[in-house]
């Protein structure tokens, strides 16, 4: 067998010069002269309900003696759900799983800490060497889907299931990649209607030791709202590059919108985390409050101050929004949203509200998901009971020191 760095050299040479469309091939290909029968590379949609293949040429007719997936749901070339699979389990616990005979595994694809997809692998059987081949091999495919994820339609029409309405493409060209992270802290976000968000955005960055965080939420829901939130974070982010406090950045959003979109107000949570010390600092802009998750439960009013007056109204001349700060304990979460996820409704009319909101966090947490699984499980939930009738963000921040 060739040697894996080899192998792996030789297919990241290979991929400089080739379309989406090209790389399983290059995947299949490296992986079978690392001793597999094959690989499949699928990729999670934007809702990160199902895992769709990457279109690549048929395989031959596969041999009597070709191993087969027997008990999993569609055939190797059709999307398979992320619930009730082994494809999904490997997706949602970023861990590797096997079939009862050993011939096929599920490797996670990770991009840093977001969760990509899961790449498909089957063999006469797998050796421990084998195996740390495969997750080698899942790392590179992961760099190689990303590295064309931003300009390649394959990529795009693989992790989407319907079409996109303008604003929301506005939208999600502007915001980051929803999961980030290191050894000591992860930030996880989700917005929803994924294909229809109107006002609501995200962001969050590292640097220098410190994660920035912006929730917003734009008044309305048309393309108007979308281009709000989209010149919010570019006003947000020219600020904070430049050496722009939190007050700054608020001053310069809101004087940005009242010269350029002046009949849109928008509200947000602005914020920093010192990652060495746990020092959490945030201003509150006509914003629901976050939360503060200790040890299991909500600590009440820790992040409760008078929210500032939204952005947009033209104020910045007026006294700057005044900083909070709260210290983290190791293992603390801070939970801020839209009040879209508050004001969702059950076919009752009953709201889901924010006490249902942490008891869902909470509950999920405990039973060990990582962050972005817990906001994942919660949004599944929200949809299956409620009904959205604004965009619904949530961003979850967990401080996880050495």
Known sequence: MPNEDAVLSALLASSNRVTAADIPALIDEAGRKLGLSGAQVYLADLQQARLTPLVHPAPETPSPNEPTDPGEPGEPSEPIQIEGSMAGLAYRTQRTQR????C????PMIDGVERVGVLRVTAPCFEDALLESCAALSGLATLLVMAKSSHDELVVDRTRSRTMTTQAELLWAFVPPRTI???DVTS???LEPAYEA???AFDHSLGDGVLHLALLDAMGHDLASGGASAVAL???RATRRAGGTLADIATTIDTTLSEWIPDRLLTAVIARLDIATGQFTWINCGHPPPLLIREGHVVPQAMEFPAYLPL??????????DEHHIRLQPGDRVLLYSDGVTEARTSDGSLFGEQRLADSVIRSMASGNAPPETLRRLVRNLHEHHRLHDDATIMLVRWHPH
């Open 312 to 321: 947009g109204l033209g104020l910045g001349q007026a006294a700057a929004p």
């Open 198 to 200: 109107g006002g609501d």
């Open 99 to 102: 079939s009862r005979d050993d």
């Open 104 to 107: 096929t595994a599920w490797v």
């Open 181 to 183: 992270g290191t050894d």
């Open 188 to 190: 996880t976000a989700i």
């Open 234 to 236: 570019g006003a947000s």
